[in-house]
């Protein structure tokens, strides 16, 4: 998908493409979430997660924690859905 590094603005627009892949639900971040965003991570290199209503975390300190974790680069919270990416490919 994505070879070179590229600044936040592009990849919020990237990102606006997407669709989430990822759902974190009342078990917050849990082990398996982040395992799985680890390896959507490596395949994709820009991951949209979305916060379900019933979990209960705020958002940003979820996608804090998500990035944190798994070594993601938190790019944008917007209403439910976080934008996250590979550190890598951000400059």
């Known amino acids: 998908m994505m070879e070179r590094k590229l600044s936040r603005k592009e990849l919020k ?3 606006t493409e997407l669709k989430a892949t ?3 639900g009342k078990d917050g971040a849990s082990e398996g979430v982040v395992e799985e965003l680890v390896n959507q991570l490596k395949a994709n290199k820009l991951v949209k997660v ?3 209503a019933s979990s209960s975390e705020q958002k940003r300190e979820i996608a804090e924690e998500l990035a944190s974790r798994s070594g993601a680069v938190l790019i944008e ?9 590979d550190g890598r490919y951000v400059e």
């Open 50 to 52: 979305k916060v379900l």
């Open 13 to 15: 627009g990237k990102g």
């Open 22 to 24: 990822m759902h974190v």
């Open 77 to 85: 919270v917007r209403g439910n859905t976080i934008l996250l990416c």
